[in-house]
């Protein structure tokens, strides 16, 4: 599924990555706003309104609809989670080949 989503033409999609430095300074749910932020200002084609899994982002560059537990209502929202828990999962694997000791 993950390679259907990514190297499919007609989906935009963008990953924003905060390392763990920056997340223990700010917090873990800034952390996470500011990667939602840089992933939709990577997007190559701009959203008129963002979907939101859980809830409300302030402040946020564009409308949005927050919904909790999104990935079990909406397609765009579970398609988003896949490709976010394998670019995780990718890098924990990298994290792991390089840090075994962890």
Known sequence: MYRDLVDNQSISWAIGI???VEIDAIN???ATHKAMRAAIGALNLRPDHVLIDG?????????????VDG??????IAAASVIAKV?????????CARFPQY
């Open 87 to 95: 670019t995780r999962d990718t890098i924990m694997r990298d994290f």
């Open 18 to 20: 905060i390392d763990s």
């Open 55 to 67: 809830l409300p982002v302030f402040p946020f560059p564009l409308p949005q609809t927050t919904i």
């Open 71 to 76: 990935d079990c209502f909406s397609l765009s």
């Open 28 to 30: 873990i749910l800034r």
